[in-house]
């Protein structure tokens, strides 16, 4: 069983072949990060004409890095939500047509799930990697990205529940707002992470949110370290924050980037620690861009009694070799496949 995975949602233009749901045969992303750093954050317009010059020939490269060409693929997995509407569109709308042109069977792919299916990708495939594990039910996701920070648990394939979410902001918007605060460049979770290392995590006390069962909320950490950095800079309230960043040393800035990330960490790893000894998973997944975090790896590996299992660095942030594995698991288990003529975009789609 071999998918050919199309991944659009965001700025990363991404296609992959994987076979049974497990085996990397190609994974090529294109990102149009560099051009959205001087805004600070995806500018949708930007994103979406970056897709339409990027789509096909990255599809192109993708089935040649597996040595196939189309008519040796069994099917084509597409995320069509959540994300940026413009931005779904194109991967969607190039799926679609490429199911009815080579009459192969179209999958349609939630995001959030499909970064969970990251980790079933056989890590001996990846370079620098050794360890083999592979993940059991009942699995419990740890799900941490730029758009959603969810605890999930799985009983099996396709039969999961959502155990809480965040209530405002994700974790990975609360690192790229922080790194905006103290003047590093977007994506702000990867620069938060470096310059953290550097800075003492005891510096100041910032605070934890404190949400029923398995919720999340990540506004006010983000609003306390803005204040945190406005009395560190000596500026009151109505100073510019554009300007903060210029007031602070280097110091100041990697001691705030290490008490942050602190907080973000300790408040997944309490959650996620809390719902292991609920329900007594076989295997803990962690999975989106934030899996990328060494820090957050090392933190939820040591509170937890089993291994913690994550994808490789390159498959934590947005790829469609996630999206190409669950398409195979969709396949291997007769779930419903789209209709090539009438599938949607939902920008808004939930687990
Ligand atoms: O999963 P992803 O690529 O896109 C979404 O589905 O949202 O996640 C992107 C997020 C961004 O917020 C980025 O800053 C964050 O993942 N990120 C990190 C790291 N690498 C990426 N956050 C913390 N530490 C990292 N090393
Ligand atoms: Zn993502």
Do not use: W
């Not at 809480?164 to 690192?175: K, M, Y």
């Amino acid at each position: 069983m071999r998918i050919l995975g199309i991944e659009s949602s965001c700025d990363e233009t991404a296609a992959a072949v994987v076979e049974n749901g497990t085996h990397l045969l190609s994974n090529v992303v294109a990102s149009s990060s560099s051009l959205h750093t001087a805004y600070g954050g995806v500018v949708p317009e930007i994103a979406a004409r970056s897709h339409i010059e990027a789509i096909m020939p990255v599809i192109n490269q993708a089935l040649d890095d597996a040595k196939c060409t189309i008519e040796d693929i069994d099917g084509i997995a597409v995320t069509n939500g959540a994300g940026l509407g413009g931005s779904l569109l194109i991967g969607v709308m190039t799926a679609r047509t490429l199911a009815i042109l080579h009459d192969k069977p179209l999958y349609d792919i939630n995001h959030v799930l499909a970064h969970v299916y990251a980790s079933f990708i056989s890590q001996t495939d990846i370079e620098n990697l050794k360890t083999c594990q592979k993940p059991t039910f009942p699995m419990l996701a740890v799900v941490v990205s730029g758009g959603h920070t969810q605890l999930m648990l799985f009983e099996n394939h396709f039969d999961y529940r959502l155990l809480g979410q965040t209530q405002d902001d994700a974790i990975g918007e609360a690192f790229d707002k922080v790194a905006k605060i103290i003047g590093l460049p977007y994506p702000g979770g990867p620069n938060i992470a470096k310059l953290a290392e550097s800075g003492d995590p005891n510096s100041f006390s910032l605070p934890i949110a404190r949400m029923d069962g398995y919720n999340f909320s990540f506004s006010g950490l983000k609003t306390a370290v803005l204040r945190l950095a406005q009395r560190e800079a000596g500026v009151n309230m109505d100073f510019p924050s554009m300007q903060l960043a210029g007031k602070l040393s280097e110091a100041q800035k990697a001691n705030i980037a290490a008490s942050f990330q602190a907080v973000a960490i300790q408040t997944i790893v309490g959650k996620a620690k809390k719902a292991f000894d609920e329900y007594s998973p076989s295997c803990v997944v962690l999975a989106g861009g934030v899996a990328a975090n060494t820090e957050l790896r090392q933190q939820l590996n040591n509170a937890l009694p089993v291994d913690l299992i994550y994808p490789d660095i390159k498959l934590c942030t947005d790829n469609a070799a996630m999206v190409a594995a669950l398409g195979c698991f969709k396949a291997e288990n007769n779930q419903h496949t789209a209709d090539p003529y009438s599938l949607e975009i939902n920008p808004s789609l939930s687990v």
